[in-house]
């Protein structure tokens, strides 16, 4: 059974960090892109940041400096280590591997909520 599942999300203030996690289950982890979303109350699901299976990454201009993906093939796991959060970062995390024929079935995200 395909399945992806995020956790790490909780309530921080600004300028402090979090380390989100996704275990993905189900799929042949090593041999895809891998990428985290996040989606704020009343936005659409933003593209955040991606990395390939050798590694490569690409990130929003939003994050680029302050966020960093990983992952490790071993525990079919990917990371998104975020620092400096801003309140703007405030949303609800997923991710999901990117592939030319669409998304797996999103997991239940986990929030990020960045407040004093």
């Known amino acids: 059974q395909v399945q992806l599942v995020e956790s790490g999300g909780g309530l921080v203030q600004p300028g402090g960090t979090l380390r989100l996690s996704c275990v993905a289950s189900?799929?042949?982890?090593?041999?895809?892109?891998m990428a985290w979303y996040r989606q704020a109350p009343g936005k659409q699901r933003e593209l955040v940041a991606s990395?390939?299976?050798?590694?490569?990454?690409v990130y929003s201009d939003s994050v680029k400096g302050r966020f960093t993906i990983s992952r490790d093939n071993a525990k079919n796991t990917v990371y998104l280590q975020m620092n400096s959060l801003t309140p703007e970062d405030t949303a609800v995390y997923y991710c999901n591997l990117i592939r030319s024929v669409g998304p797996l079935s999103w997991g239940q995200g986990t929030q990020v909520t960045v407040s004093s």
């Open positions: 990395i390939s299976s050798s590694g490569s990454t």
């Open positions: 189900g799929i042949i982890f090593r041999l895809y892109v």
